[in-house]
Every structure is written in C-alpha cells, then in structure tokens.
C-alpha cells in the first residue's frame, strides 16, 4: 500500500493598484500590452521600486497564516529563459522567504491543519498565447505582484487540496489582498505529488529507501481551479499507485491536467532549483523590517472564517451549514450579524439570506453590497412575518419588489394592498367556494384526515393571493364543516 504526500504551490495576486516594482496599473481584460513600461520591460538601467502596498499586503497574509517574519527583507534573481518574462530573469525572494513555519486549518476537513513552509513576494510573468504554429506575448501581467504559498506535503488526497484552497480563498478575500478569482489568474496552483510506502516516510522527490518502491515528485503545473487541483490529483495518485504496484518506477517531471481527457499530461523532466542560477538581486538592498510596522499590520487583522464560523454556531444558535454558507463571504456574514443586531431572528435571518434572497442575487448577478436590500429592510420585511403582517408567499412577493424597486417593505405591502385578509365575514365566502369546488377533500377532512386540511387552506390562501390568515381558514373550514355546509 502507498500513501500519497501532496503540497501545494499556490500563486495569489494581490490586489494593489500597481505593479510590484512599477508604477504601471494592474488590470485584467486591457488591450495586450498597454500597461508596460521600461521597468517590467527590463529595458537596461531601469531600477525597480517595491510598492509598499504589496508589502503591507503580503505581511498581513503572513500574519494571517500564523508564520514567522523574517527580521530583514531580501530578493533574488530567479534566472530562466522563457519569452514571458521580458528580464530573462524573476525577481522574488528565495534565501530569505518574507514568511516561515506557519499553518492553515482545513475549514471543513475535520479540523487537519496543513503546515505552510514559506510564503514570499515576487512578481509575475507575462502570458503567452499560443494560435497554430505562432505564440504571443501579453506583457501586462509582467511586473504584477504575486504571493506565493509553499504547503508541507501533508495532504493525501485530492479533496483535502481542494479544501486547502477552498480556506485560503476564502482568507485572502476576507483580507480584501485578494480576489480569489482563480478563472482570472488571481490564485493559481502548482500540485507537487509522491507516493510513499505506508509506515515509510522520505522527503518528496528524493528515491525511497533501498529496498521499496521508488517514488519520484511530480509536479504538476498551471491548475487554475480548485476542482481541477482535486481532479488532477486524484487521477495522478491512481497513476502512480498503479506504476508502484507493477513494479515500475514514477518518472520525476512536470506533467499538466488535460480537462477534457481527464488525465495527467508528461510536459517536461523536472528540473531542479539549481537550474534557475538564483543571486541576490543587487538593485533592491536588503533592508530590516521595523518591529513597529509588522505590529501595526498585525493589527489590521480581521476575524477570519474558521473561527468565525465557530462563534456563528455558537453565539446564533446556528447550524454548521448556515454558518459556512453565511461566512463563505465577509459581507455577508457582517451582514447577517448587523440584521441580528438590529433584532432580526437569526436562524430565520439566515435561512433567508441562504435561500430567497440568495436566489434574488444569482438571478441578477448581484452581490449582496451591490444590492438594494439593506440590514434594515430586511428585518422589516421579517418583522412583517413575524407579527401576521404579511405571509410567507406575500413576504416572498415583496421581497421581489424590494430588489426591484428599491423600497421598503411596508411601504410596497401598504401600496399594493397586499394586508392580510383577517375579517370573518370577508373569508368565509371563500372557504364556502372552496368547500364547494372541492367536495372530495371535505369529505375526506370530515372522516377524520387531516392532509386534506392543509390542501383546502391552500386553495384559499391561492383563491386570496395569498392574503388569507392561515388560522382563521382553518378555523372557518372546521366550523362551516361542523354546520353541515361543506
């Protein structure tokens, strides 16, 4: 039997305005090659000038993350040749990563918590696209600001790198560094796998020892889904566990996810990290991070999901489910707790913000932010219920008018007459033409079952718009029933 052992390297853009060591704007969709300058173009005697706001960025994800800061600040020179990157050479921190040792807790995977190794700043490459027999070169993206991310190897599965990124995506959002909109680029994932004998261990890309099965680190590149990462993973644990069983040997190389295969594609042998010739990078000294600044970045620090979720649960009386869904996103979750706040049930806040008004939003493409329901409307509206005002088909109705219109509650049900109908002598013609329409189901309710209660009051309140007051329906079914008129 072999174990996988899986890490991520895992790629987050930061949401600066400019690039990392340029002025030049970071934007996604622009005219290719509009958002250059001599400095991400590497044209000679350009000097880079690290943007502060990435620094900031990239030391509060640190904190975030629970990893150490290093004292000093220091960048390398990554050198490869590939067309994408203007310089010939990556600036970005290999000696002394920005962040060590720290940890990120799987949210929803039983409480594992995956170890970071480092996390550094660096900047991006440019993109190439390739047409036929031709590839060009989009150098917008050149220059931009990258996070990246380095796991232990201590995942086993696909699913548990799905929900690593899953948490992370999460986090760096919550942070507001980050978008999280992997179809964009703004997070992408590098998988690197081995496979071990059980009871075994060795470091990943090292031969197992003298005796078993070796099992070679494979790298595979360029997933920008977190379904894709647990897909990809999943098939090339099968792979190797299958090479290991035959006999043979997993060959170390850099492989790519085929989507519409639904396989492991061999790119490249893998190279090691010697290739890449790393130096100091001589235009941006080292320099020491002052205590007091790392403090006040510490100090920006928002309540994260993980622990957010517990308290939701514990605090609202909420189910696990609710609490995920409502801390999935920051804004909906500070709304939620400004609702409750304001008076709102919370379980009902919440099955709300989970299913109408989730609806409502998708339909319309919409953000909760982006919207016209307010904290306050919404507790009108539930207020409404609450106190007879409005039944849950009229609530549903409003609420549609809400997103509409952007009015409040009371105001709509008042204008469109949609009251409750309360009044004896205004319901009982009603129930008489639903008795009347429906002899089957009288019948049935005067021998004694009950489902044919409920299925006359609903005609009723169909009958009224929904305006009817349950109650007094079935008050008014029972007691014409009882007078031999049904």
Sequence with gaps: MFRPRIGLEIHIRLLTSSKVFCPCPVRYGDEPNSLVCPVCLGYPGSLPVLNGEA?????????????????????????????????????????????????????????????????????????????????LLDYNRAGSPLVEIVTAPELETGEEAELLLRSLRRIVRYLGVCDGNMEEGSMRCDANVSMSPRGVEHSPGAEAPSGDPPGRKVEIKNLNSSRFVRLALDYE???????????????GETRLW?????????????????DYRNVPETDLPPFPLDPE??????????????????????DYGLSGDAADFLT???????????????????????????????RILNRENLSLGESPLTEKRLVELLGLVREGGIGGGIARKTLEEVFRTGRD????????????ITRRDALL??????????????????????????????????ETAGRADPGLVKALISDVLKEGRG
Aim: glycine share 8%.
């Design 328 to 358: 999935e996103e920051k804004d909906v979750a500070d709304f939620f707790e400004r609702a409750a706040a304001l008076g709102a049930d919370p379980r009902t806040a919440a099955s709300w913000l989970r299913s109408e008004v989730r």
């Design 237 to 251: 644990t099968s792979r190797q566990r299958e090479i290991l069983r035959r006999g043979g040997r997993v060959a």
């Design 258 to 274: 085929n989507e519409a295969a639904g396989v492991t594609e061999a790119m490249r042998d893998k190279g090691e990290s010697s």
């Design 409 to 420: 509650p009371a105001e709509i049900v008042r204008e469109r007459g949609w009251e409750p």
């Design 293 to 314: 600044y790392l403090e006040g970045v510490k100090r920006q620090l928002v309540e994260l999901p993980s622990p957010r979720k517990r308290r939701l649960v514990r």
């Design 55 to 135: 620094l900031r960025m990239a030391c509060l994800l640190a904190h975030a993350l629970n990893c150490s800061i290093a004292p000093d600040l220091r960048f390398d020179r990554k050198h490869y040749f590939y067309p994408d990157m203007p310089k010939n050479y990556q600036i970005t921190q290999v000696s002394a990563p920005l962040g060590r040792d720290g940890s990120l807790e799987l949210e929803t995977g039983g409480g594992k918590t995956v170890s970071i190794r480092q996390l550094h700043l660096e900047e991006d490459a440019g993109k190439m696209i390739h047409r036929g027999n031709r590839t």
């Design 429 to 462: 013609p009603v129930v008489e033409k639903i008795l009347a329409a429906h002899p089957k189901a009288a019948r049935e309710l005067r021998e004694g079952k009950d489902r044919a209660l409920d299925f006359l009051t609903g005609m009723a309140l169909k």
